[in-house]
């Protein structure tokens, strides 16, 4: 079983910037797909980006350009850097991971103010 832990989440201002961390409670080095997928209230969740361990990375569209998402093996976690922040990224974000399995994360609130 994988245990996943988000941090970095907080309030920011419009076009402001936030890291997103997930920690991996064993090694990502053999997990195929991590990703980050968030929920803002009323809505469903939905896919922000996913990584392989190829090293493939996929974006939603309405993130593309602004959101990267990294892996750092040897720390046994994946990053969310985001960019240009708008109030429409307003939502809790939980970390994705699958492994023999699906494991989700607690989530983390991101709020942007404009």
């Known amino acids: 079983q994988v245990r996943l832990v988000e941090s970095g989440g907080g309030s920011v201002q419009a076009g402001g910037s936030l890291r997103l961390s997930c920690a991996a409670s064993?090694?990502?080095?053999?997990?195929?797909?991590m990703g980050w997928y968030r929920q803002a209230p009323g809505n469903q969740r939905e896919l922000v980006a996913v990584?392989?361990?190829?090293?493939?990375?996929n974006y939603a569209d309405s993130v593309r350009g602004r959101f990267t998402i990294s892996r750092d093996n040897a720390k046994n976690t994946v990053y969310l850097q985001m960019n240009s922040l708008e109030p429409e990224d307003t939502a809790v974000y939980y970390c994705?991971?699958?492994?023999?399995?699906?494991?989700w994360g607690q989530g983390t609130q991101v709020t942007v103010s404009s």
């Open positions: 064993e090694s990502i080095f053999s997990i195929v797909i």
């Open positions: 990584s392989t361990s190829g090293g493939a990375t």
């Open positions: 994705h991971a699958v492994y023999r399995g699906n494991y």
